[in-house]
């Protein structure tokens, strides 16, 4: 990724993707709960904001099943 794609990616997140971002990096993992508690969003938004954050290649799924699942960066 070059740095202009990166500032791009930076410029399309919303203050609460940030948000969810900031906590997987310092926590090195976030759910679906904590998303939503980090960023002050139902869950179903939180879920929305994990998907989106995935398709742009900024968190991976951690693989677990169910409620455990988790995200964590690339």
Known sequence: RTE?????????LTA???LILR???DAGR?????AAEA??????????DLA?????GRLV??????NAAGYVLP
Do not use: M
Not at 4 to 12: K, L, M, P, S, W
Not at 30 to 34: A, E, F, G
Not at 40 to 48: F, V
Not at 52 to 56: K, P, T
């Open 4 to 12: 202009v794609q990166q500032q791009q990616t930076e410029d399309a």
């Open 16 to 18: 609460r993707q940030r």
């Open 23 to 25: 906590y997987a990096e």
């Open 30 to 34: 976030i759910t679906r709960q904590q």
């Open 39 to 48: 960023s002050g969003a139902a869950i179903r938004t939180a879920s929305r």
């Open 52 to 56: 989106r954050l995935v398709e742009l």
């Open 61 to 66: 799924p951690d693989g677990k099943p169910g």
